[in-house]
Nanobody
Framework: QVQLVESGGGSVQAGGSLILSCAAS????????MGWHLQAPGKQRELVAA???????NYADSMKGRFAISKDDAKNTVYLQMNSLKPEDTGIYYC?????????WGQGTQVTVSS
């Protein structure tokens, strides 16, 4: 079992920045990929960014150049630096971890971007 706890959400004006954190605990040695997903109001949950064990990353097209995912293996924590935030970035951000065929999710953290 893997437990994920997100933090760092909040309210910000358009153009502002936020950093989200996701701390993993439990049986984490075989996690292959960790990522962030956004569930915007009335929409399906979508991938924002992911980072693999080796450090390679991928991003949703709409987030490229504005968001950066990183990890600190010593702290078992993944970060999402969000810059130049837009109102359409509003929603609940979920951290997830892939461990073989298993997918784990955090409880989510709300991000609200006002115009």
């Amino acid at each position: 079992q893997v437990q994920l706890v997100e933090s760092g959400g909040g309210s910000v004006q358009a153009g502002g920045s936020l950093i989200l954190s996701c701390a993993a605990s439990g049986v984490i040695y075989s996690i292959n990929t960790m990522g962030w997903h956004l569930q915007a109001p009335g929409k399906q949950r979508e991938l924002v960014a992911a980072i693999r064990r080796g450090g390679s990353t991928n991003y949703a097209d709409s987030m490229k150049g504005r968001f950066a995912i990183s990890k600190d293996d010593a702290k078992n924590t993944v970060y999402l630096q969000m810059n130049s935030l837009k109102p359409e970035d509003t929603g609940i951000y979920y951290c997830n971890a892939e461990q073989g065929a298993r997918m784990y999710w955090g409880q989510g953290t709300q991000v609200t971007v006002s115009s």
